[in-house]
């Protein structure tokens, strides 16, 4: 089993930023990718951005490329994401994802509200 806890959600005004984090505990060994989805009401959920745990490379959604960064501390097993110059439309519920197995999602967090007001 692994344990997920996200953080850093919240209110912000259009244009503002906030930094999403995700600590994965339990039985972490052979991380492949953590990521990040979001969920807006009405809507299916949406794949964010994601990074391979080994070498580290990443990648983004279209909506988000150039605003929004994912990093990691590997010894902590821990994922961010950064959101800079947020829009309104980024206003949703952020999940965060691991998975060991190509293909699948094995893992997610509880979800963390991220409201844009303008």
């Known amino acids: 089993q692994v344990q997920l806890t996200e953080s850093g959600g919240g209110l912000v005004q259009v244009g503002g930023s906030l930094r999403l984090s995700c600590a994965a505990s339990?039985?972490?060994?052979?991380?492949?990718?953590m990521g990040w989805f979001r969920q807006s009401p009405g809507k299916e959920r949406e794949f964010v951005a994601a990074?391979?745990?080994?070498?580290?490379?990443?990648e983004y959604a279209d909506s988000v490329k150039g605003r929004f960064t994912i990093s990691r501390a590997s010894a902590q097993n821990t994922v961010y994401l950064q959101m800079n110059s947020l829009k309104s439309e980024d206003t949703a519920v952020y999940y965060c994802?691991?998975?060991?197995?190509?293909?699948?999602?094995?893992?997610w967090g509880q979800g963390t509200q991220v409201t844009v007001s303008s």
């Open positions: 994802m691991w998975t060991a197995t190509k293909g699948r999602y094995d893992y």
């Open positions: 339990g039985r972490t060994f052979g991380t492949l990718v």
């Open positions: 990074m391979r745990w080994a070498g580290g490379s990443t």
